[in-house]
């Protein structure tokens, strides 16, 4: 029942930014904590970000912290995921989920691809 649709994503220079949304339904979106993850080519799904549902806490992964931040709009259902400092690193398929760090497998959606160029 929960539907997660990524967009956003797109071809951006080394350096730029690139700011990613998430639109939930089939859940109390207010009352769960989400997530970002990411599939680089060749590599498995890695956690990126996560907030919690009132926003009050935020994680990262070390590889973008101090470049990417994770907001909600409860309003709108949906969370963010703004992208500065792109590096050609960053380039994968951006997914987002429920759960703090601890993603719903049947949840996960096509993701949205994020491609950095050099």
């Known amino acids: 029942q929960v539907q997660l649709v990524e967009s956003g994503g797109g071809l951006v220079q080394a350096g730029g930014s690139l700011r990613l949304s998430c639109a939930a339904s089939?859940?109390?979106?207010?009352?769960?904590?989400m997530c970002w993850f990411r599939r680089a080519p060749g590599k498995e799904r890695e956690f990126v970000a996560a907030?919690?549902?009132?926003?009050?806490?935020?994680y990262y992964a070390d590889s973008v912290k101090g470049r990417f931040t994770i907001s909600r709009d409860n309003a709108k259902n949906t969370v963010y995921l703004q992208m500065n400092s792109l590096k050609p690193e960053d380039t994968a398929v951006y997914y987002c989920?429920?759960?703090?760090?601890?993603?719903?497998?049947?949840?996960w959606g096509q993701g949205t691809q994020v491609t950095v160029s050099s």
């Open positions: 907030i919690s549902r009132n926003a009050d806490s935020t």
């Open positions: 989920n429920v759960g703090w760090r601890q993603p719903v497998e049947r949840n």
């Open positions: 089939g859940l109390t979106f207010s009352s769960n904590s």
